[in-house]
C-alpha cells in the first residue's frame, strides 16, 4: 500500500512538472499566434504620409512592406527655402563673433546673390571643422559652430554651401 502511495505520489509531481514546463511553451505559442495575426490586419491597413508645408523630401528612409518602429524615421522633409545657415567661425577669430551680430551670407555657387542674416546661437564648445566646410579640406582646422538666422524668402538651396562676412556698424 505505501509502495503504490509513493508511486502514486512520484507520478503526480512528475506530470504537475510536465505540465509546468510545457506552460511557457504554450504562452510563447500564444504570443506568436496573436503577433502573426496582428501583422496580417496591419497587412490591410493603408497609411497615409502627409507633408507639414510645402518643401522638399530629402531622403526616404523606409522601403515598401518594411517594418518600422513607432518613431522610426520615414522621411526627411527640408521646407523649401533655408530659414537658418549652420557655420563655423575659425578659433583664431572667436572674439569677433558674438550673438546678435548682422552677417551677409553669400551663395559659393551663385556669388552674386547674398542676404543678410544674424547671429542667433553659438556653441558651447570648440569643434573640428567638417572637411567639406574647409578652405583646404585636408588640413584639419577647428573652430566654433554658429546659427545664423536668415530671411526665409531667399534663393539658397538646402545643404548649399555659403561664405559668411561679418558686418560692421557702419555697413
Do not use: C, W
Amino acid at each position: 500500500v505505501s509502495l503504490g502511495n509513493n508511486y502514486e505520489a512520484t507520478r503526480g509531481a512528475l506530470t504537475r512538472e510536465l505540465s509546468l514546463a510545457a506552460q511557457p511553451t504554450a504562452a510563447a505559442v500564444g504570443r506568436l499566434r496573436a503577433e502573426a495575426t496582428f501583422n496580417r490586419q496591419q497587412d490591410s491597413v493603408r497609411f497615409e504620409i502627409v507633408a507639414p508645408a510645402r518643401g522638399v523630401v530629402g531622403g526616404i528612409d523606409a522601403k515598401v512592406g518594411e517594418r518600422k518602429s513607432a518613431f522610426a524615421n520615414l522621411i526627411s522633409f527640408y521646407e523649401p527655402s533655408p530659414r537658418q545657415v549652420l557655420s563655423y567661425v575659425h578659433e583664431g577669430k572667436l572674439l569677433e563673433a558674438a550673438v546678435g551680430d548682422s552677417i551677409e551670407v553669400r551663395s559659393l555657387i551663385n556669388p552674386e546673390y547674398s542676404s543678410r542674416g544674424v547671429v542667433t546661437g553659438m556653441g558651447s564648445r570648440i569643434v573640428e571643422i567638417p572637411p567639406r566646410m574647409r578652405r583646404m579640406p585636408d588640413l584639419r582646422t577647428y573652430g566654433r559652430e554658429i546659427v545664423v538666422a536668415i530671411s526665409p524668402h531667399n534663393d539658397f538651396l538646402q545643404q548649399e554651401k555659403v561664405s559668411l562676412t561679418f558686418l560692421t556698424g557702419d555697413e
